[in-house]
Each structure stands twice: as structure tokens, then as C-alpha cells.
């Protein structure tokens, strides 16, 4: 017999719901709550509602959480608009298990609604379903390896993400080229790749820095897209409650978003764990 109180997209809901009362520690997140229309007078039911003050005013979102077999399509991105428009909300965000179509993502970016994929199973195992009575939060850290493969005669370098929470996942990292284990039994729950191939054996630690510097501008709108929750609504936020690097909503109370100082700057640990520091170091405005 399942012992489940509610399925799978309920529970996703929670987690969702648990991740965003972290983002916002000061609003007033709500569960599951029910709006009466401005137009259609009906009540509309939200998954998850955020209110708090900005300047003095009133700032309302709405969250819809869509654990699907299938990706988001336009049309759920054209329903949640029209949900925005009848219950007067300033914001949205839609969270998804699976992904979004080119055009949903398109459509909502042109809208300004925030889009994130969240896997299931991801929050599973980071914290928001608690785990043998722990209540985990997780860190992401990324690290960089440069290592020459003797059969390809090239320097490969890789980006490692290692994501410190329950799951734990080891395997050996392996040239994508000829198939060599370069590194054994490392820890890469975060994934791997190679960013940069020198036909070379070694470089230097201003051709290291300027490798990781291009892979981070590069790539920085993929900065935790899946783990973590960077919304354009954080903007509403004052900037000092924001890593100066990621705008991650900074928290004492937990590792990754924990604050620290980098060049004058007030970041996130995971940042600074990261090697993002190094867009400082550079003198590149974020």
C-alpha cells in the first residue's frame, strides 16, 4: 500500500514552496492560496503567493509549479499571463520538472516572468524534503583541473561542480577525446566538461585565470539555472541583501548564501568557493 499522503506534484509544490520562503525570508509566502479575480470574480487558485513591501508599496507575486511529463509550451505560459492580469499581480514565476519549449521561454522572458527548471529529484536530495531528520542545505562548488592526456598530446581543462548536499556521487573523469581516465573516483553529482583544449602541456596562471574568466562570462546566465532560483524579481531587492557577483539573495544561515568580502564587495560563499572572485580580480563589472 503507498503510504504517500499526496502525489508526487504535491509534494513538488511543498518543495518549491520551502525553497522560496528561503529566497524571500522577509515576505509573506503563502501555500496553496486563493485569490478572487479582478475581472473574471472567480476565485483563482495559486500554488504559491509572495507579498512584501518595496518602498513603501506593495509588491504581489504568484508562482505556478508544473511537475509534467512533457515540457512547459506557450500556452501555460499565455494562461499564467492571464492569471497575472485578473488577480493584479506584479510578478511571476513558473518552476517546471521537466524544461520549457523555445517559444515558452521566449514568450516569457518578453513577458518579464521568471522561468526555472527544478528537478524533482533534485530537491529531493538538497534539503527540502528533510532526510533522515536533517534539514540539509546545499553548496554548490566548482573547481578547475588542467591535465595534458599523453595519447591526445592536448591539455584538457575541466570544470567540475560538486554539489554538497545528500546525493553523492562519484565517478572517474575521462578525456572526451580518446576516453583516458584523467582522474579517479571524484566526487561530480555537479557534472563535468571540458571548457578548453590547449595543444599544449602545460599553460600559465595568467592563461588559467583568463580560461576561467571567458568560461564564466560566457556562461553566465547559466549560473545555477537547475539548483538555484536567480529571478529578475530580485532586482526589487536592495542590493545589499544581493551577492554583488550572482545576485543571490544573501543568509547567515545558510553555507552557500552565507556573505563574505572579496575586493570591497560583499558576495556569496559560493561565489567565493566558486572561483567567480576572479571577475573581481579582473576588474570586470557584473
Given at each position: 500500500m503507498n503510504s504517500r499522503k499526496y502525489p508526487d506534484w504535491k509534494d513538488y509544490e511543498k518543495q518549491i514552496f520551502a525553497a522560496i520562503k528561503e529566497?524571500?525570508?522577509?515576505?509573506?509566502?503563502?501555500?496553496?492560496?486563493?485569490?478572487?479575480?479582478?475581472?473574471?470574480?472567480?476565485?483563482?487558485?495559486?500554488?504559491?503567493?509572495?507579498?512584501?513591501?518595496?518602498?513603501?508599496?506593495?509588491?504581489?507575486?504568484?508562482?505556478?509549479?508544473?511537475?509534467?511529463?512533457?515540457?512547459?509550451?506557450?500556452?501555460?505560459i499565455d494562461a499564467l499571463i492571464g492569471k497575472m492580469v485578473d488577480t493584479g499581480a506584479h510578478f511571476a514565476l513558473i518552476f517546471t520538472s521537466l524544461?520549457?519549449?523555445k517559444g515558452a521561454e521566449q514568450f516569457a522572458k518578453k513577458c518579464n516572468i521568471g522561468?526555472?527548471?527544478?528537478?524533482?529529484?533534485f530537491l529531493k536530495d538538497f534539503g527540502y524534503v528533510?532526510?533522515?531528520?536533517?534539514?540539509?542545505?546545499?553548496?554548490?562548488?566548482?573547481?578547475?583541473?588542467?591535465?595534458?592526456?599523453?595519447?591526445?598530446?592536448?591539455?584538457?581543462f575541466?570544470?567540475?561542480k560538486v554539489v554538497r548536499g545528500f546525493a553523492d556521487f562519484n565517478e572517474d573523469i575521462i578525456c572526451p577525446e580518446c576516453k583516458t581516465p584523467h582522474l579517479k573516483n571524484v566526487r561530480t553529482d555537479g557534472g563535468y566538461k571540458v571548457i578548453k583544449r590547449f595543444n599544449?602541456?602545460?599553460?600559465?596562471?595568467?592563461?588559467?585565470?583568463?580560461?576561467?574568466?571567458?568560461?564564466?562570462?560566457?556562461?553566465?546566465?547559466?549560473?545555477?539555472?537547475?539548483?538555484?532560483?536567480?529571478?529578475?524579481?530580485?532586482?526589487?531587492?536592495?542590493?545589499?541583501?544581493?551577492?554583488?557577483?550572482?545576485?543571490?539573495?544573501?543568509?547567515?544561515?545558510f553555507p552557500g548564501t552565507m556573505p563574505t568580502e572579496h575586493e570591497g564587495k560583499t558576495i556569496c560563499f559560493e561565489c567565493m568557493m566558486s572561483q567567480?572572485?576572479?571577475l573581481l580580480d579582473s576588474k570586470i563589472v557584473c
Open positions: 529566497e524571500f525570508p522577509k515576505a509573506t509566502v503563502t501555500f496553496n492560496d486563493s485569490i478572487k479575480g479582478k475581472e473574471s470574480k472567480s476565485i483563482r487558485q495559486i500554488d504559491v503567493s509572495i507579498r512584501f513591501k518595496e518602498n513603501r508599496k506593495s509588491v504581489f507575486g504568484i508562482v505556478e509549479c508544473k511537475y509534467f511529463t512533457r515540457k512547459v509550451d506557450i500556452g501555460k524544461g520549457f519549449t522561468f526555472r527548471q527544478v528537478p524533482f529529484e528533510p532526510a533522515n531528520g536533517l534539514d540539509d542545505v546545499f553548496m554548490q562548488e566548482i573547481t578547475y583541473n588542467e591535465i595534458y592526456c599523453e595519447k591526445c598530446k592536448k591539455l584538457n575541466y570544470e567540475i599544449k602541456k602545460s599553460i600559465t596562471e595568467k592563461e588559467y585565470k583568463e580560461t576561467i574568466v571567458s568560461h564564466l562570462i560566457a556562461t553566465r546566465e547559466e549560473w545555477d539555472k537547475k539548483h538555484t532560483f536567480l529571478w529578475e524579481h530580485l532586482k526589487l531587492l536592495p542590493k545589499d541583501e544581493l551577492c554583488f557577483i550572482c545576485s543571490k539573495h544573501l543568509d547567515q544561515g567567480r572572485t576572479l
